[in-house]
């Protein structure tokens, strides 16, 4: 089972593709969506759902895995956001895969154990699972491999 992991933002939404094999997680891709700030907001979300439309197409994920909204004292960055997880969601429903969305807690704690890991102790987990030489980088990447992974364990395949 291949799936795709997102960690969504308006400026950097971060993907993790993976394939799942018995219990074995396997890296395929990774990186970022870069937006450029001096685009409006509609070009930056089209830019957003082009690029996760791409990922889809190249790679034919089973699922995909979106970070829920956590929301925080910054409302507007929480907008941002959720029109970034809108198009991602959009992007998804279109091709009619299935979305599991997923908390920032219970990424972490299926990835790290403990529910308020930060980022480097995420990052060093997605490492070691996933076998790689160093820590993924940006963060954002990360993150959407972490998604990935939690979601490749949550779903059971039919």
Do not use: W
């Amino acid at each position: 089972m291949i799936v795709l992991g997102i960690d969504p933002g308006t400026a950097n939404t971060g993907y993790g593709l993976v394939s799942r094999e018995g219990s074995r997680i396997r890296l395929l891709d990774y990186g970022c969506l870069e937006t450029l700030p001096d685009r409006s907001l509609p070009e930056r979300l089209l830019t957003i759902h082009q690029g996760i439309s791409e990922l889809i197409e190249e790679h034919g994920p089973e699922l995909v895995g979106v970070e829920s909204l956590f929301f925080n004292r910054n409302v507007q960055s929480a907008f941002a956001v959720g029109q970034a997880r809108g198009v991602v969601l959009l992007a998804a429903a279109a091709r009619g895969l299935p979305v599991l969305e997923l908390g920032p807690a219970e990424v972490k704690m299926a990835v790290t154990g403990y529910g308020r890991a930060d980022k480097a102790q995420v990052q060093r987990m997605v490492q070691a699972i996933l076998s790689l030489a160093a820590p993924p980088r940006p963060d954002h990447a990360a993150d959407a491999l972490a998604v990935a992974i939690c979601a490749a364990h949550t779903r059971v395949p039919a």
